[in-house]
């Protein structure tokens, strides 16, 4: 019980560290007014989008807090409620800090590097620090209540559920609508700005610009924020039920809070080691405070484990499957890297197409896209057995907690993108000296890079995550009373795999439509502008920034709601129409098809992104080029596959586990076929 309090203060620890970041870089100077007028309406923007998103996606959580409340009881609806608001308020603070955070970075770039990538991180920490903080306030703050009110402890991990389902429904929402919203300005403002009229990116005289920047903050910080909140929250709450399931004491269901109490204290730490003064020591800078944060969270797991671990049930085994989860957290980060990273091959070979036109740029990008899948499923294989070997199925679950763990320091990683991407604009935007920009270049090179590794990062995550709630699942089904063989000669389950493998597919199809419509009303607005706004192309006349924002904001919002009732129908019609055993096959077919789909669609977009950028830094003709035009295009083809529909994806997985999760216990005798 003792370790329920101590990860409760750790969490509020985290949320103070988080409060003092935040202090820190809202004193720094926001620069000029020109700078501090473009900053406002990014800050107006994005939350005018957030308060928005919200009053909708609170119409669908009140009606499912209400059937869960009547389904399943009201603790169930009572996790659900702090599960989603704890998961608001993550994305909400997060992207709060971002929005002020780029002009102060954009500010301090003109004073060094150095100043400007502390700025940008103590930035993005915020996000980090905040996500990991609540998740670890909510889980122990409500099983210490649910203790409280006299409810048998090895019945709360089940309760809590309810609280991973509250948080993958914002999760899914701010997914789906923050990308979409992104992607429809970015795409608009290219195909316009860059293709059409040939002015630079974030050149005050588009329309979109505004709308674009506004879009790096609701995708790339309130939507990673809110999805690795989910991740999070729901792997530690699965690894307690599993403990639960296969009849371990109370110490183990304790054990994966523990774990993250003490990555919350190393993530604190290894934010302070984030320095250097060299343009190009960005990357490493970031890589060493991750270092950090993995190699002193092992020791604490190591410190941790034999103290809470009994020698007779092989304390050494569960230490080595942390060490699994972090060994696949950083083999991850270093494929992904390779993959989107403009100094290797495949960036490159993307690249060097683009001499021949937009055709093959975009085969070559597919191709890269689905070769990256490769070495990550064999990562992932290969930490399934080890973690087996060392831990059983309960050792799964703790090398998918450890891996989760630092959390806190990848989504400041993350966040650390949009804070450099908004930077460079601003400073664009302002006439900022040359040297300025130069500084916010580097700084937002290395963010297109983070953005891309922590988005592998949240992906296999999520599908490691999954794989542990379809043992609850399994767990739940049997103390339901029903033991079920998923055999797969059995009909019901291969209907169920094949269900599931086409379910990624087709929300991905639903996703790519919804930015394709919604660009479509940019594009439209923009070139509407560029011929009834006289003065607008020489500077003269100020573009009608608000519109475009109102725009993607409308669309986002109406486009969310179809995608989300596929993630939440699809389980439930499985499960009470075709039975428990075409749902858990159902399951298994969404984690493998999601994950390849993913990771191919995440990383094949970076890619992409990344080829257009090798070209505009001067290689195979540089701007303004043939290869330059059709690198546009394939980067226009990737924004929603890497910023839409891969990351989407995620949320999609574990709502759907999730929510099997919450119904077997209904599902288990009553089905039609």
Request: proline share 3%.
């Amino acid at each position: 019980m003792a370790v329920l309090y101590i990860s409760l203060a750790i969490g509020l620890v985290s949320l103070v560290y988080a409060g003092f970041n935040t202090y820190r870089v809202l004193k720094q100077d926001a620069g000029t007014p020109k700078m501090k007028e473009i900053a406002l309406a990014i800050q107006q923007g994005a939350m005018a989008y957030m308060n928005r998103q919200f009053k909708t996606i609170a119409i669908f959580a009140a009606i499912l807090f209400a059937i869960l409340s009547f389904a399943l009881g009201v603790n169930v609806g009572i996790s659900f409620f702090f599960g989603a608001l704890f998961s608001a308020i993550a994305g909400y603070i997060g992207m709060n800090v971002s929005v002020r955070a780029n002009v102060r970075t954009a500010a301090a770039a003109r004073q060094s590097l150095s100043k400007a990538l502390e700025v940008a991180f103590q930035g993005g920490s915020v996000n980090g620090l905040a996500v990991v903080g609540l998740s670890l306030v909510g889980v122990s703050g409500l099983f210490l209540f649910f203790s409280g009110i006299g409810i048998e402890s090895s019945e709360i991990p089940h309760l809590l559920i309810g609280f991973g389902f509250g948080a993958s429904l914002i999760s899914l929402f701010a997914r789906v609508g923050g990308g979409i919203f992104t992607k429809a300005a970015d795409v608009g403002a290219d195909l316009v700005g860059k293709v059409e009229a040939g002015i630079p990116e974030d050149d005050p005289r588009n329309p979109a610009t505004i709308a674009d920047n506004v879009g790096d903050n609701v995708g790339d910080c309130a939507g990673m924020g809110a999805d690795l909140f989910e991740t999070y929250a729901v792997t530690l709450i699965a690894a307690m039920i599993l403990a639960v399931a296969e009849g371990f004491s109370m110490t183990f269901v304790y054990y994966p809070l523990a774990l993250g109490a003490v990555a919350v204290i190393t993530s604190i730490i290894g934010t302070n080691f984030i320095k250097t003064k060299k343009k190009t020591a960005i990357m490493a800078a970031l890589y060493k405070g991750m270092a950090v944060t993995q190699v002193l969270s092992l020791i604490g797991f190591y410190i941790v484990t034999m103290i809470m671990i009994p020698k007779s049930a092989n304390p050494m085994g569960l230490f080595l499957t942390t060490f699994v989860g972090a060994a696949v957290t950083i083999l991850l980060i270093l494929i992904t890297e390779y993959y989107t990273a403009t100094k290797y091959r495949p960036v490159k070979e993307t690249a060097k197409a683009s001499e021949t036109g937009a055709g093959t740029n975009i085969i070559i990008g597919l191709a890269m896209g689905m070769e990256s899948t490769l070495l990550p499923v064999l990562v992932i294989a290969a930490a399934i057995m080890a973690s087996f070997a060392f831990g059983g199925l309960y050792g799964i679950a703790i090398a998918a907690v450890s891996m989760l763990s630092t959390t806190g320091m990848i989504i400041a990683m993350d966040s650390y993108g949009p804070i450099t991407d908004n930077a460079g604009g601003i400073a664009e935007m302002s006439h900022l000296d040359e040297k300025v920009r130069k500084v916010t270049d580097a700084l937002d090179a290395v963010g297109n890079t983070t953005k891309a590794v922590t988005k592998g990062y949240a992906i296999a995550s999520a599908a490691l995550a999954a794989l542990v709630l379809f043992q609850d699942y399994n767990g739940a089904l049997l103390q339901s009373g029903k033991r079920l063989i998923f055999d797969l000669t059995d009909y019901q389950v291969i209907v169920g795999l094949f269900i599931g493998g086409l379910i990624p597919f087709i929300f991905s199809s639903v996703t790519m439509r919804a930015v394709g419509r919604s660009a479509f009303s940019v594009v439209e607005e923009v070139r509407r502008q560029f011929r009834e706004i006289k003065g607008i192309m020489q500077g003269k006349a100020k573009p009608d920034y608000k519109k475009c924002v109102d725009i993607v904001t409308r669309a986002a919002l109406v486009e969310m709601i179809v995608p989300a009732l596929i993630a939440v129908l699809s389980p439930i019609l499985v499960g009470f129409i075709l039975g428990p055993k075409a749902l858990g096959g159902m399951l298994i077919g969404v984690i493998v098809s999601g994950l390849l789909l993913a990771l191919s669609m995440s990383n094949g977009g970076a890619t992409w992104d990344n080829a257009k950028k090798l070209i505009e830094d001067g290689h195979h003709g540089g701007k303004g080029s043939e290869a330059h035009k059709a690198a546009v295009v394939g980067d226009t083809v990737g924004d929603p596959y890497k910023d839409t529909s891969g990351p989407a994806l995620n949320a999609l997985i574990k709502v759907i586990n999730t929510i099997a999760l919450l119904i077997a216990p209904l599902i288990a005798s009553w089905s039609l076929f």
